[in-house]
């Protein structure tokens, strides 16, 4: 775990002050405007100080797909969020092996920071739902207030039922964001039938996505 805690960003010194960090978890395969702005929201609703951005460890699969190779995740998540000053990509997950549980992340967090850097872990309004079903939700819980952001094709209120209804004490803060119906699946489906998906995501992630040949169908040479 060394290498990854000291290339996280400094926050906390400053002992009289309280600080805020968010977190926003993801795939990111590949990021794109949708995690941006939820992320941007986030910050400033909540006065955040800085947010991660964490792309998740390679799972051999996911939903049975496979996932992109981490460090292209990783640099398409520097090349999106290069301009945000209070934005920093995280390599924290994906120099682990395997998949890192959010809860140990959480925990890690929490270890390096000093007490008066509190922790926000971001999400929308599918992913929230997730939380649920983790087996430390409230391990979760007792680590980090959770942001939950609205997002087309999800029930807010859904959310707001079943995190009521889990018995278990979760801080959520629940955020209505400009609606993007934009979604990594899409992204990649308009890819891989050559399809634009320009203004989707950053000109520097459709730059990289085409220029690595991201998400082109296998076995066919398509251009
Ligand atoms: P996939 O389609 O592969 O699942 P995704 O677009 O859902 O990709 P993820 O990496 O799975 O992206 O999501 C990371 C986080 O960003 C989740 O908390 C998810 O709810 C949130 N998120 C993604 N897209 C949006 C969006 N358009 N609006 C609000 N939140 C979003
Ligand atoms: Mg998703």
Redesign the pocket.
Known sequence: MGLSTRLLPPLGADAHKTYRLGI??????P?????L??AEQAREALDLDLVLFMP?GSPAF??DRSVSDAEDRYAMTVLATAANAAFYPSRFEIDRPGVTYTVDTLSALREHYPDNVELYF???????MDILAWHDAQRVASLATLIA????G?DIDTARAHIAASGIDFDVRYIE?P??????????ELVSVGKSVRYLTSESVMGYILKNHLYEPKGECRR
């Open positions: 926003m978890g993801g795939t990111f395969d990021i794109h405007y949708g995690h702005v939820t998740a996911k939903q971001i999400t929308g309004a599918d992913a929230i952001a609205t997002r087309p999800y964001i609606a993007l119906a934009i979604s990594s699946s899409n992204i990649r």
